[in-house]
């Protein structure tokens, strides 16, 4: 019983995954920002002039909300693992051999980008917010306009719900293969995507209310830089499983053991 794959419950465990992934892509349907509203912004200076708060809330819109988002690139790290690994048990294994060291290399590369844009992308937004936080008066009120209202209570929710998902995730997986404990990586993975959601807790939770946009910004890089750490020894892994592969008669032993 113990050496057997029980695809039910491993096909479980791909949907949860799924879901916490499609939760944490679209967590902006799921959690609305807004700024302070103009007239409380108007109130901060005297000299504001309200039609150009209006103008900077239609040019800049809502609090970009990085942090929740940028756990999905962990999980779909994850998720191709997993599903790796359930194809290593069910193919013939000279098979999966030869296709893993490919897949992994062409799933690595373009993981990466979206990593990096990712990373990048939070980090213009965080100088952004910073330079206008710190241009007082009208950088200030601007900034409290767009940004100064970041919905954390909703996003600490979403985040509570997305970590009970992933804990049903773990619970399904081991009840499909036991065996999955054996396999480092993939525990390395699971603590990584379970610390993901931590660090992005944390960072937001400490800051006062103005500073949220801030946190969940440099949250959003912290998560992407750790992706691309994963990412590494992946694509060393695969070029290494496409040498050993293309040797006549050696293929690596990488399927879990019956």
Not at 111 to 137: K, W
Not at 168 to 175: G, K
Request: with cysteine; aromatic share 6%; glycine share 8%.
């Amino acid at each position: 019983m113990l050496g057997r794959l029980r695809i039910p419950f491993f096909v479980l465990a791909l949907i949860m995954l799924l879901v916490v992934i499609g939760l944490e892509t679209g967590s902006a349907l799921f959690v609305k920002a807004g700024g302070i509203g103009a007239d409380t912004a108007a109130r901060i200076s005297d000299d504001a002039n309200r039609q150009d708060i209006e103008r900077a809330r239609a040019e800049n819109g809502a609090p970009p909300g990085f942090a929740v988002a940028s756990l999905a690139l962990i999980d779909v790290i994850l998720l191709f693992t997993v599903a790796l690994m359930g194809v290593s048990m069910i193919v013939p294994q000279h098979i999966h051999a030869r296709f893993q060291g490919c897949a992994t290399c062409l799933f690595t590369c373009l993981s990466c980008m979206p990593a990096i844009g990712v990373a990048l992308a939070a980090l213009l937004a965080v100088m952004t917010m910073i330079l206008l936080l710190i241009a007082f008066p009208f950088g200030t009120i601007i900034y409290a306009i767009v940004y100064g209202s970041f919905p954390r209570g909703d996003v600490l929710v979403l985040l509570s719900i997305i970590m009970g998902l992933k804990i049903l995730f773990i619970v399904l997986l081991l009840l499909a293969h036991q065996r999955f404990l054996q396999n480092l990586g993939l525990m390395l993975l699971i603590l990584l995507s379970l610390a993901g959601g931590v660090i992005v807790n944390f960072i937001i939770s400490f800051p006062p209310g103005l500073l949220v946009s801030i946190a969940d910004g440099v949250a959003a890089i912290v998560v992407a830089i750790l992706s691309i750490l994963c990412l590494i020894p992946l694509f060393v892994g695969a070029l290494i499983g496409i040498v050993t592969a293309l040797k006549p008669g050696s293929l690596p032993q990488l399927r879990i053991q019956e």
